[in-house]
């Protein structure tokens, strides 16, 4: 047998060139960068990459096999939600200057789901310009216009450029119908409800669709229909939302019996925010229901909502007092100054129920037409229920009205966020114009100004702040009682108002909230001082203001008439030229005065004179005889008798008496 040695033999080492050499390190490297990547160890994977990239500048395969590598990662996490290090690798692909389209769209969605939509929208567009499939990069356009920029025009121009593929589609339907409701309020009426009754056709059990239909025929007054859409609604299992909304819709074709009832569900609704509704609400056991007897009860009043729901609600307080043993009040602590001052005959409590305070059922104040069993034809003090002391009228007039004979106008042009649904609020510009009347003063009872409208109003027109003068709403009402008429948009000043029956306009737009029953008549129904001007197209408030300055004109005219009917004596200059019932202009009106007043002064001279004269007569008179002034008191007695010969001509005996 042939013995082995137990050394190791090597041989000699084999010399290979040393490009054969970096070749083969070079494969394993890429092996190497494959597999990292394959077993999602990208950052080991990446790192080769680079280094090999970097050596072999020139390697267009492998630029590529990396930037796939490298675009996988990015995608996967954008997957898995990690935004901020997906935007890492797709800013390292656009570096490279890779043109797949899907990177600008991934980019875009990383953007945006960072808070960051205007920027993610440029990249989108990118997208649009190079992707094959544009309907797709509409949806994500639509999208992001619609949620997050809230620039509804230009979502409802990509949402129908959809249409063109996805026909058969109900909810692009639903969102342009939705969209055109929420954006054109009463313009292309056609539209918003060819796309919703077409979304309805597409899929007839849908609860959203069938809701939204419902509510756009309701707000066009095409009530046939929307009853017959809001009936199929209570098939489909509606929410508490869908309910809220079809009791505002009752409530706005006047029934208030049902209307209000179905309001109740506001407490239950599925968006409502933490807070709404003050927590005592919850307690079922408490808040009044149909089905409770208030004979006997002490019944809390409380607050609920806005100021001015507080201020309209606030009225039944009289007939719920009939009804029960006592009854308190609970409201916002800036109107506890004005309801204190109101001789409401009860006690009041600012924000909530005091602890240990013994009471038996809660009525929120917005259900009160319901317990009193009101209909739209039986609302009780429409013509004003609230006031306020003089002296507080008297010393706001005293510190903050201008000490002139000018027609006093009070503006109000906002209100709060919960009204911006129906498109209350009226730019302050659109106001300009009742700032540009001769004669008259205009008074801004406006306190929160988040858009800081009031500091551009030009400085040549008369304008004058009072809401950093209010304190609360008992100031508010002492200012619009030194007003000779109020302007304002639906908010809760005009509420105000009306429930101190202050002579006023609300300027209302084409559609206007479930409250305001009727818009077209002499008053508002709820408050007969309020005159409503509704605009005949959506936020054409040019149209509005321009009805309102027709009514202030007139009323300052009847002012001023009334003031010279007043002051005017019988035979003066103003009586010569006025009759009674003379429309004069205000032009004519002002020259008649200045005229007056130059007459005035001569007239009360001359007057002087002439007294002084008659005095030194009657001195001069007493000196020269001796006997005493003969009394007249029975010339008089018989001069009272119309035509009678004694009153023009003294007889014979009278003659010698007075001699």
């Keep these: 047998m042939v013995q082995v040695s137990k050394r190791l033999i090597v041989g000699k080492p084999v010399t290979l060139p040393e490009e054969v050499n970096d070749d083969l390190i070079f494969d394993i490297d890429v092996a190497l960068a494959e597999e990292y990547c394959k077993n999602k ?22 630029k590529n096999k990396y930037m796939r590598q490298m675009k996988t990662y990015a995608d996967t996490l954008l997957k898995e939600k990690k935004y901020s290090k997906a935007l890492e690798q797709y800013k390292k692909l656009l570096k490279q200057n890779v043109t797949d389209p899907y990177i600008f769209k991934n980019t875009a969605i990383c953007l945006n789901e960072m808070g960051q939509p205007v920027r993610a929208l440029r990249f989108f567009e990118k997208y649009e310009e190079n992707a094959y499939d544009k309907e797709e990069v509409y949806k994500y356009l639509a999208d992001i216009y619609y949620e997050n920029i809230k620039d509804y025009e230009k979502a409802i121009e990509y949402y129908e450029k959809m249409i063109e593929k996805y026909g058969d589609n109900a909810h692009i339907y639903n969102m342009l119908g939705h969209l055109y409701s929420t954006y054109y309020q009463d313009k292309y009426m056609d539209k918003q409800i060819y796309y919703l009754k077409k979304a309805a056709e597409l899929e007839p059990n849908n609860r959203v669709i069938t809701k939204n239909i419902a509510y756009v025929l309701g707000k066009f007054r095409q009530y046939e229909e929307a009853d017959k859409y809001y009936a199929r ?11 809220h909304s079809y009791g505002g819709y009752l409530v706005s074709k006047r029934d208030f019996a049902n209307g209000f009832k179905f309001l109740m569900h506001r407490f239950s609704k599925e968006d409502l925010q933490e807070g709404a509704f003050p927590p005592i609400f919850l307690n079922k056991k408490v808040r009044w229901n149909d089905k409770m007897d208030l004979t006997g009860k002490h019944v809390i009043l409380h607050f609920e909502q806005g100021f001015g729901d507080s201020i309209m609600f606030i009225r039944f307080l009289d007939q719920v007092k009939e009804m029960c043993a006592k009854v308190s009040i609970v409201v916002q602590r800036p109107l506890l100054e004005l309801f204190a001052g109101s001789d ?72 709060s966020v919960m009204g911006k649904e129906t498109d209350r609020d009226i730019p302050l510009k659109f106001m300009y114009p009742l700032m540009e009347l001769p004669g008259v003063e205009i008074y801004c009872f406006q306190v929160s100004d988040p858009s800081n409208q009031m500091d551009r109003v030009p400085s040549n027109l008369q304008f004058t702040r009072l809401g950093d003068k209010l304190r609360n709403f008992r100031d508010t009402a002492a200012g619009l009682k030194c007003m000779d008429i109020f302007i304002s948009s639906d908010n809760g000043v005009m509420n105000l108002a009306g429930a101190l029956g202050i002579p006023s306009i609300c300027l209302f737009n084409t559609i206007s909230e479930w409250r305001w029953i009727d818009t077209t008549g002499d008053d508002v129904v709820w408050y007969k001082s309020v005159k409503p001007v509704q605009a005949s197209t959506s936020r054409a408030w040019d149209e509005t203001i321009k009805k309102a300055i027709e009514i202030v004109e007139k009323r300052q005219l009847d002012k001023l008439n009334n003031k010279l009917k007043l002051s005017v004596p019988k035979g003066s200059i103003k009586s010569k030229n006025i009759s009674p019932n003379a429309a004069v202009s205000l032009d004519a009106i002002a020259g008649l005065l200045e005229e007056e007043e130059k007459a005035k002064k001569p007239a009360k001279k001359t007057t002087a004179k002439k007294s002084t004269a008659k005095k030194t007569t009657s001195k001069t008179t007493s000196k020269k005889t001796t006997t005493k002034s003969v009394t007249k008191k029975p010339s008089a007695s018989k001069s009272k008798t119309t035509g009678s010969k004694a009153a023009k001509k003294p007889s014979g005996r009278a003659k010698k008496k007075e001699e």
């Design 233 to 243: 609604l209570q098939q489909l299992n509606p929410s508490h939302s869908d309910l």
């Design 41 to 62: 160890e990208f950052e080991k994977g990446f790192e080769i990459y680079e280094r090999l990239v970097r050596k072999a500048f020139g390697d267009i395969e492998l």
């Design 344 to 415: 409401l005959g009860c006690d009041i409590y600012p924000d909530d129920i005091p602890m240990g305070l013994k009471y038996d059922v809660v009525i929120p104040m917005m259900d009160l037409p319901l317990v009193c069993h009101t209909t739209a034809d039986t609302i009780p003090h429409a013509e004003g229920y609230l006031k306020v002391d003089q002296k507080y009228i008297d010393e706001f007039r005293e510190q903050y009205i201008h000490k002139n004979d000018k027609f006093k106008i009070g503006i109000a042009y906002e209100g």
